[in-house]
Nanobody, 115 residues
């Protein structure tokens, strides 16, 4: 079903920015939705942002106004630009694609926001 490769995580100071990138080895032309989830320590995994096949985006309330998701189904990529990061954004971030009959998940990339 293909590989999913994420990059862009790391350590950043509060108020800083990071850009997460995800590349799918499978074609995303038939993907219903691509998105990013995160799991913070001691918490359940939650949706951060998604973009559907029509280009409509959806954001968690915590991400609105700070994060921007973009996707390119011809290049099989989905990116997440994160600005004004706070310690509450510290989590492992996972790339995801809903292919209708199956789902694809990345291995996760750590984002740590700390001074």
């Amino acid at each position: 079903q293909g590989q999913v490769v994420e990059s862009g995580g790391g350590l950043v100071q509060p108020g800083g920015s990071l850009r997460l990138s995800c590349v799918f080895s499978a074609s995303m032309l038939m993907a219903k939705v691509m998105g990013w989830y995160r799991r913070a320590p001691g918490k359940q995994r939650e949706l951060v942002a998604s973009i559907n096949s029509g280009g409509v985006t959806n954001y968690a309330d915590s991400a609105k106004g700070r994060f921007t998701i973009s996707g390119d189904t011809t290049r099989n990529t989905v990116n997440l630009q994160m600005n004004s990061l706070s310690p509450e954004d510290t989590a492992v971030y996972y790339c995801h694609a809903d292919m209708d009959l199956f789902e694809l998940w990345g291995q996760g990339t750590q984002v740590t926001v700390s001074s």
